[in-house]
C-alpha cells in the first residue's frame, strides 16, 4: 500500500522561500508521475508541477521559474522548491501519485489514486 507524507508547510513572508518534501513508502513514483497539487481557500484543487520518473519535469505557468521539482529517489522523496512565494501561492500542498509513461498537468484530481494529507502553506504580509 502507497504511504505518502508531505511536510515543510510554514507560514512565510511574500518574497520568501519554502521547500515542501513528500515521501513515499515506496517510492511508487519510480513507474509513474508524482504531481504536487494547490487547494485553496475555496476547495480548488490545481495542479502545479509534476515530475516523471525519467526526470521530465512540468510546471504550469504561474510557477515556472520560481518552483522547482525535483525528486531523491534514495530517500524516496520528491521536493518542490518554492522561491519568489506571494499570497496568490497559500494554500493546502498535496502530493499525489500515478502510474504512467508519462506526466500531465491537464489530468483531473481525481485520476491520481494516491494522496498524501497535505501541508499548509500560507503566504502573508
Known amino acids: 500500500q502507497v504511504h505518502l507524507r508531505e511536510s515543510g508547510g510554514d507560514s512565510v513572508q511574500p518574497g520568501e522561500s519554502l521547500t515542501l518534501s513528500c515521501q513515499d513508502s515506496?517510492?511508487?513514483?519510480?513507474?509513474?508521475?508524482t504531481g504536487w497539487f494547490r487547494q485553496d481557500s475555496g476547495q480548488n484543487r490545481e495542479a502545479i508541477a509534476m515530475?516523471?520518473?525519467?526526470?521530465?519535469?512540468y510546471y504550469v505557468d504561474s510557477v515556472k521559474g520560481r518552483f522547482t521539482i525535483s525528486q531523491d529517489g534514495a530517500k524516496n522523496t520528491v521536493y518542490l522548491q518554492m522561491t519568489g512565494l506571494n499570497p496568490e501561492d497559500s494554500g493546502v500542498y498535496y502530493c499525489?501519485?500515478?502510474?504512467?509513461?508519462?506526466?500531465?498537468?491537464?489530468?483531473?484530481?481525481?485520476?491520481?489514486?494516491?494522496w498524501g494529507q497535505g501541508t499548509q502553506v500560507t503566504v502573508s504580509a
Open positions: 515506496q517510492y511508487v513514483a519510480r513507474v509513474g508521475c
Open positions: 515530475i516523471h520518473r525519467d526526470g521530465t519535469e
Open positions: 499525489a501519485l500515478r502510474s504512467s509513461p508519462f506526466c500531465s498537468l491537464t489530468w483531473a484530481p481525481q485520476s491520481f489514486p494516491h
